[in-house]
C-alpha cells in the first residue's frame, strides 16, 4: 500500500501559504479564478490528507486487534491440540492396538 508522503504535503501547504501572503501583500492581483481554482484544490487536498491521517490511524487500531485476536485464537487452538495430543497418547497407552 502507498501511503501519501507527509512531507510533501508539508511542502505544498507551507507553498500555498506563502502564496496566499504575497498575495495579499502584492500590488498585482492573480486572476480571481486562478487564485479560487488554487484554494479550492488545497482546501480538498488539505481534506483528503487529513482523512487519509484518520484511515491509518483506524487501520492501525485495527491491525493491533488483529494482532491481539491472532496471539489469543493461536494460544486456544495450541492448548486445545496439547490436549487432545495428551488424551490421545493417554488412550493408546491404556487400549494398544
Known amino acids: 500500500m502507498q501511503g501519501i508522503d507527509s512531507r510533501e504535503y508539508r511542502i505544498l501547504a507551507a ?3 506563502k502564496l496566499e501572503s504575497v498575495s495579499n501583500n502584492a500590488t498585482s492581483k492573480l ?4 487564485y479560487s481554482n488554487t ?13 487519509f491521517q484518520s484511515l491509518c490511524s483506524e487501520l492501525g487500531k485495527c491491525i493491533q486487534e488483529y494482532e491481539v485476536k491472532k496471539k489469543t485464537l493461536r494460544s486456544l487452538i495450541n ?11 493417554k488412550n493408546k497407552a491404556v487400549n494398544p492396538l
Open 15 to 17: 507553498a500555498f501559504d
Open 31 to 34: 486572476e480571481e479564478s486562478d
Open 39 to 51: 484554494k479550492k484544490n488545497m482546501e480538498e487536498l488539505d481534506a483528503l490528507y487529513f482523512r
Open 79 to 89: 492448548k486445545s491440540n496439547r490436549k487432545l495430543v495428551s488424551e490421545l497418547h
